[in-house]
């Protein structure tokens, strides 16, 4: 019986994820795509979307068959053996530092489209949202889902919309006559980024009302959706040649709809893509909260954490996350930290837990899944490479806790000792 309130459909679910996949990158990493690679980067999103699938396949899968608030650090510790879990456990806690600053950075260039901000004005938006996602997660997940179900509809008509208008034609999306562009590999290096969000979404697989049925078709059309829109998307940047500096790639879809339809028409553009960071950055933090909780109701962190609301909602789990993120997002502030250089960090780490999610699969998958399985491990070692020296970030977090979690265990046992009654 699951432990917490079973509450998802597929729609919801579909919705959840889209939102998620879409929501950081789709107003912002087409252009910077775009930057790196110029025309290579509709066949990078095409190779992209191909990379992904079989990773999607396996997280599905595992998924269906194990449903659990601890998404893949579960997986990997049911497969590989509890060191393995917590050090999952510990890379996708540890993107928050680089994550989400990146993502508020994002969800604040479209307020910077429409109004003039000082810095202070950024970070008091930065701030007020956190806020935002800490009271709806305390509504629980099928408010998230109802409330990220109305965005996503927001994001596909936008970019329909400007499909339509801008008039597109097969000569606008066809390939470069040059395949082999060596750009095309650092392009998909940041462009990963925009299908982090599967091993988040793997935290809500206990919530699903039918987790084996509901759970993994909610995932596939979530990933279908988001690379269909991605792809389009790309295309309209390029078309209207919306890229190029930092400024021009936080605000690239804003100017192309402030072109197609009128400079007021800025405000729709910087609303929808408001939402749209806002709905990717909530079920990251819904999904820490979740990992977060489950950890400590299996006793592996502080037992106050394991607390529940009335309806089930991890309470002191999300207010601990969203306290982390606020000193994340106070730091990168303070020290005006690059966003494409924040992206990269971050994407590293979830690599590495997309790799560990696809050695569990390897190993407690059977027949074509587990085929998947390797054969999305192979591509995650490929994409560690693609990221170059970004990845040191997590190859050195992971050094750090392989070293430190020996010794930090041995304290909690010599502690539990010095507890127990004296005879």
Same mark, same amino acid.
């Given at each position: 019986?699951?432990?917490?309130?079973?509450?998802?459909?597929?729609?919801?679910?579909?919705?959840?994820?889209?939102?998620?996949?879409?929501?950081?990158?789709?107003?912002? &990493?087409?252009?910077?795509?775009?930057?790196?690679?110029?025309?290579?980067?509709?066949?990078?999103?095409?190779?992209?979307?191909?990379? &992904?699938?079989?990773? @999607?396949?396996?997280?599905?899968?595992?998924?269906?068959?194990?449903?659990?608030?601890?998404? @893949?650090?579960?997986?990997?510790?049911?497969?590989?053996?509890?060191?393995?879990?917590?050090?999952?456990?510990?890379?996708?806690?540890?993107?928050?530092?680089?994550?989400?600053?990146?993502?508020?950075?994002?969800?604040?260039?479209?307020?910077?489209?429409?109004?003039?901000?000082?810095? #202070?004005?950024?970070?008091?938006?930065?701030?007020?949202?956190?806020?935002?996602?800490?009271?709806?997660?305390?509504?629980?997940?099928?408010?998230?889902?109802?409330?990220?179900?109305?965005?996503?509809?927001? #994001?596909?008509?936008?970019?329909?919309?400007?499909?339509?208008?801008?008039?597109?034609?097969?000569?606008?999306?066809?390939?470069?006559?040059?395949?082999?562009?060596?750009?095309?590999?650092?392009?998909?290096?940041?462009?990963?980024?925009?299908?982090?969000?599967?091993?988040?979404?793997?935290?809500?697989?206990?919530?699903?009302?039918?987790?084996?049925?509901?759970?993994?078709?909610?995932?596939?059309?979530?990933?279908?959706?988001?690379?269909?829109?991605?792809?389009?998307?790309?295309?309209?940047?390029?078309?209207?040649?919306?890229?190029?500096?930092?400024?021009?790639?936080?605000?690239?879809?804003?100017?192309?709809?402030?072109?197609?339809?009128?400079?007021?028409?800025?405000?729709?553009?910087? #609303?929808?893509?408001?939402?749209?960071?806002?709905?990717?950055?909530? #079920?990251?933090?819904?999904?820490?909260?979740?990992?977060?909780?489950?950890?400590?109701?299996?006793?592996?962190?502080?037992?106050?954490?394991?607390?529940?609301?009335?309806?089930?909602?991890?309470?002191?789990?999300?207010?601990?996350?969203?306290?982390?993120?606020?000193?994340?997002?106070?730091?990168?502030?303070?020290?005006?930290?690059?966003?494409?250089?924040?992206?990269?960090?971050?994407?590293?780490?979830?690599? &590495?837990?997309?790799?560990?999610?696809?050695?569990?699969?390897?190993?407690?998958?059977?027949?074509?899944?587990?085929?998947?399985?390797?054969?999305?491990?192979?591509?995650?070692?490929?994409?560690?490479?693609?990221?170059?020296?970004?990845?040191?970030?997590?190859?050195?977090?992971?050094?750090?806790?392989?070293?430190?979690?020996?010794?930090?265990?041995?304290?909690?046992?010599?502690?539990?000792?010095?507890?127990?009654?004296?005879?």
């Amino acid at each position: 019986m699951s432990r917490l309130h079973q509450q998802l459909g597929i729609s919801q679910g579909v919705a959840l994820l889209a939102t998620s996949l879409l929501g950081t990158g789709i107003f912002v &990493v087409p252009a910077i795509a775009a930057s790196i690679a110029e025309r290579s980067s509709l066949l990078a999103w095409a190779i992209l979307i191909a990379l &992904v699938m079989p990773i @999607a396949f396996t997280f599905a899968a595992l998924g269906k068959r194990y449903p659990h608030a601890g998404g @893949a650090a579960h997986f990997v510790g049911k497969a590989l053996g509890q060191r393995a879990e917590k050090l999952t456990a510990f890379l996708f806690l540890s993107v928050l530092p680089v994550g989400l600053p990146a993502a508020l950075v994002m969800a604040t260039g479209f307020w910077q489209a429409v109004f003039e901000l000082s810095p #202070i004005m950024s970070l008091g938006i930065q701030l007020s949202t956190l806020l935002c996602m800490l009271l709806l997660g305390l509504g629980g997940a099928k408010l998230s889902g109802n409330v990220q179900a109305i965005i996503a509809l927001a #994001i596909v008509t936008l970019v329909a919309a400007l499909w339509w208008q801008a008039d597109i034609v097969s000569s606008d999306y066809q390939l470069p006559s040059d395949l082999g562009s060596p750009n095309i590999v650092p392009a998909l290096a940041v462009m990963f980024w925009c299908f982090v969000g599967i091993e988040a979404f793997a935290h809500m697989g206990e919530e699903f009302r039918r987790p084996e049925r509901d759970f993994p078709i909610a995932l596939l059309l979530g990933v279908f959706v988001a690379g269909a829109v991605y792809w389009a998307a790309s295309v309209v940047v390029l078309k209207f040649g919306a890229y190029g500096t930092q400024h021009a790639n936080t605000q690239s879809l804003p100017h192309v709809v402030a072109l197609l339809f009128g400079p007021h028409a800025k405000w729709l553009a910087a #609303i929808v893509g408001y939402l749209a960071c806002f709905a990717s950055m909530n #079920i990251y933090i819904q999904g820490f909260a979740r990992l977060l909780w489950s950890m400590a109701d299996e006793g592996h962190l502080p037992k106050q954490l394991a607390h529940l609301s009335t309806n089930k909602v991890p309470t002191r789990a999300l207010i601990t996350i969203v306290s982390a993120c606020v000193f994340s997002c106070v730091v990168a502030w303070l020290f005006k930290l690059p966003l494409d250089e924040l992206i990269r960090y971050a994407n590293g780490n979830f690599i &590495v837990v997309y790799l560990l999610s696809m050695i569990a699969g390897a190993v407690l998958l059977k027949g074509v899944f587990r085929i998947l399985a390797v054969i999305g491990a192979a591509l995650c070692c490929l994409l560690l490479l693609a990221l170059g020296q970004q990845s040191i970030y997590v190859l050195l977090l992971s050094v750090i806790f392989l070293l430190i979690q020996p010794l930090f265990m041995q304290i909690k046992k010599q502690w539990k000792v010095s507890k127990l009654p004296k005879s």
